[in-house]
Each structure stands twice: as structure tokens, then as C-alpha cells.
């Protein structure tokens, strides 16, 4: 099978852009999870989509946000970026959610100037 | 509430054992594990599930205790390619089952 995939794997953009990160999940999973991880916060949870609901949500601003699509890829969209939204976005799929293993892809790296 | 990770880092000669804690104030479902090497995205290792029910490599080992909300994760006689940082990450139930939380990670660094 193949694995998660997410793109583009970097990403410059400007302060006050807005900017679409794109995450297709292993085939057959309905849970794409998306998570920010930088060298202060570690890994952190943004938000969960099962069978295109968001079922889970963390606590990030209303800047990010997401959506998923009747094949399960999910997208996440941060608008008015800060310099402090630099860092790796990984997602992750899985066959049940949090009652399953997620496997992850290998992230977005966005830098925000 | 973020899980706490013990200890934050270990250094290991080859061959040697490490156990890595993860300890949780509220309770929980399941307790998953997962290693990360520098530049790559995490590699799921284990799942616990309260219950009892567990799924993982059959190298990696590791126990959930209900009662305390605690995890540990046993790395018996390590390999250079055990190297990387753990994080156990943490779901509770109900209507949170797919929203891991993660602990900061334990760096794990075996040498020859």
C-alpha cells in the first residue's frame, strides 16, 4: 500500500498570505488527523476529520482550518500567517481514529518570512 | 492536559536495555508510541488499548496501567537504529478518540 503523502513538502510564504496544505491518506482510511510540530511545542493536534466531518478540534486559532473530501484527502488552510505558524505539518491517517494506529506522512514544511 | 514523558533524554551503549515513561492526569483510552528520527516524519511502534488489547511490532514491547494512566515502552537489547526521539501520544475516550495528545518526547541515543 502506499503511504501518506502530503504537498508541497516546502513552502515559503509572507506574513498576512493565506496558504493550502494537501494530505491524501492511505487507501481505505477514513481519519486524517493534521498536527503542527515545532522545537518549543513538540507535537501538537489541530484538528481530526472523519468521513469529511471535523470530529476533533485543538486549540488553534480560527486562522486554521480544514476539510476533507468524499476520497478521504484532507486539506488545511492557515489565512493571515504569522511568523510564528513556521513549522512542520504533518498529517496522519487511520482506519478508526484514535482507536487505530495513524500513520504519518512526511509533513509540510512552511516557513513564514 | 499533556502527557509527561520520562526521562527526557537516555543515552545507551548497544546491547543495553531503556524503559521510557509516559504518565497522563486524566484517563484514558489508548496509548500510542511512536519513534522519530531527525528530518523524518514518526513511525508508529504500539498501540495500548484500555482492555488489554494491544498492536505493535513484535520487537517493541510495552504496558498501559489503567489504574495510574501510565505507559511504558521497553527496548530490550538496542540497536543502533533504536536512535531517535519517542513520543507516547494519548487519546481519551468518547467523543475524543481521534485526537492524540502528545508528550514533549525522549531522546533516545545508542552508540556502538
Known amino acids: 500500500k502506499a503511504g501518506v503523502t502530503q504537498t508541497p513538502r516546502y513552502l515559503i510564504k509572507t506574513r498576512g498570505q493565506q496558504v493550502t496544505l494537501s494530505c491524501s491518506p492511505i487507501?481505505?482510511?477514513?481519519?486524517v488527523s493534521w498536527y503542527q510540530q515545532t522545537p518549543g511545542q513538540g507535537l501538537q493536534f489541530l484538528f481530526e476529520?472523519?468521513?469529511?466531518?471535523?470530529?476533533n478540534k485543538g486549540n488553534f486559532p480560527g486562522r486554521f482550518s480544514g476539510r476533507q473530501f468524499s476520497n478521504s484527502r484532507s486539506e488545511m488552510n492557515v489565512s493571515t500567517l504569522e511568523l510564528g505558524d513556521s513549522a512542520l505539518y504533518l498529517c496522519?491517517?487511520?482506519?478508526?481514529?484514535?482507536?487505530?494506529?495513524?500513520?504519518f506522512g512526511p509533513g509540510t514544511r512552511l516557513t513564514v518570512t | 492536559q499533556q502527557p509527561v514523558q520520562s526521562p527526557q533524554a537516555v543515552i545507551l551503549r548497544e546491547g543495553e536495555d531503556a524503559v521510557i515513561n509516559c504518565s497522563s492526569s486524566k484517563a484514558l483510552y489508548s496509548v500510542h508510541w511512536y519513534r522519530q528520527k531527525h528530518g523524518e516524519a514518526p513511525v508508529f511502534l504500539m498501540i495500548?488499548?484500555?482492555?488489554?488489547e494491544q498492536k505493535g511490532h513484535e520487537k517493541i514491547s510495552a504496558s498501559f496501567n489503567e489504574k495510574k494512566q501510565q505507559s511504558s515502552l521497553y527496548l530490550t537489547a538496542s540497536q543502533l537504529s533504536y536512535s531517535g526521539t519517542y513520543f507516547c501520544g494519548t487519546a481519551g475516550s468518547g467523543g475524543n478518540t481521534g485526537k492524540l495528545i502528545f508528550g514533549q518526547g525522549t531522546t533516545l541515543q545508542v552508540k556502538p
Open positions: 476529520y472523519f468521513s469529511e466531518t471535523q470530529r
Open positions: 496522519a491517517s487511520s482506519f478508526e481514529g484514535g482507536y487505530g494506529e495513524q500513520y
Open positions: 495500548l488499548l484500555k482492555g488489554g
Open positions: 487507501s481505505g482510511h477514513r481519519s
